[in-house]
T-cell receptor, first 110, second 117 residues
């Protein structure tokens, strides 16, 4: 089925560990983005990309890195996890008419 | 920067009744898009309805309709004949009409809708 595949669905990290959240889409969308969702805060944009090789920061980029080597993939890297990064993370791809979201990753940093 | 405000953190409705969720936004642009997303307990984000700012006609999708007031910068969602499956968090979102980096969505903080049997 066409859509956005996001892995893993759940993850527990220790403070200081690193990890990569994977996101892949098969709809040939140029635009991809990462959001974090925290209670009472809605969804806040972390990083986004408008095409392979092009990325930019969103509202809350600190502590996260991204790269876009292909149209299909847009991984999000946590270099040194902190408890403040405990959240639900969503990848989304889309463009002119709408966006498709991945199923989310619940990340807990202890 | 654009902002989206949902002033109702929680709402409840009786099954089969009608409920309206409020959303206001702030922008200096004239061309933009507005969305309502539904997030059930499964946490999947589901597009409910989309409105293009240049269209005067309010968007409708089955039991879901919007009241788009461009001058007032208001974009409310009406759910008619509410069903138990409508219980979810609802997010209002804004996107610029410009291309490229302006494809990013700005979300409100959400309204949690409870449907009572």
């Amino acid at each position: 089925n066409a859509g956005v595949t996001q892995t893993p669905k759940f993850q527990v990290l220790k403070t200081g560990q690193s990890m990569t959240l994977q996101c892949a889409q098969d709809m040939n969308h140029e635009y991809m983005s990462w959001y974090r969702q925290d209670p009472g805060m809605g969804l806040r944009l972390i990083h986004y990309s408008v095409g392979a090789g092009i990325t930019d920061q969103g509202e809350v980029p600190n502590g996260y890195n991204v790269s876009r080597s292909t149209t299909e993939d847009f991984p999000l890297r946590l270099l040194s996890a902190a408890p403040s990064q405990t959240s639900v993370y969503f990848c989304a791809s889309g463009g002119f008419y709408g966006y498709t979201f991945g199923s989310g990753t619940r990340l807990t940093v202890v | 920067a654009q902002t989206v405000t949902q002033s109702q953190p929680e709402m409840s409705v009786q099954e089969a009744e009608t409920v309206t969720l409020s959303c206001t936004y702030d922008t200096s642009e004239s061309d933009y898009y507005l969305f309502w997303y539904k997030q059930p307990p499964s946490r999947q984000m589901i597009l409910v309805i989309r409105q293009e700012a240049y269209k005067q006609q309010n968007a409708t999708e089955n039991r879901f309709s919007v009241n788009f007031q461009k001058a007032a910068k208001s974009f409310s969602l009406k759910i008619s004949d509410s069903q138990l499956g409508d219980a979810a968090m609802y997010f209002c979102a804004y996107r610029s009409g410009l291309g490229g980096s302006n494809y990013k969505l700005t979300f409100g903080k959400g309204t949690l809708l409870t449907v009572n049997p």
